[in-house]
């Protein structure tokens, strides 16, 4: 998630931004664009919008995980965190963004 990368590294900066501040208001627009953009990408033919709370659940956790790896960069924790959160997120889809199947089925 590219657009995510951001969100991570400017998180802790427009937590501790005054009210008001430019960089609180951009960061707050920033993220809703995210969720509007997962909410298109998770919307399935006939089945309508998915619901926000869990866009907004599988976004702050995806965020949370770019911050604790790369606060645990160079030890192999940073590494699994990202794969725990990947294979979480992507649990009901069950493939990768490269198309990758990710069931206990695929051969």
Known sequence: MVAGRPAAALAVDAARAEPGDPLRRAYADGMRHLVDGMERIRRKPGDGSP???????E??????????????????????ILTAVRDHVLGDDEQTPEGKDTSDTAG
């Open 51 to 57: 619901d926000e709370g869990t866009i907004l659940v």
């Open 59 to 80: 976004l702050s956790t995806m965020i949370g995980a770019l911050v604790l790896s790369r606060a645990c960069a160079g030890d192999d924790l940073s590494d699994r």
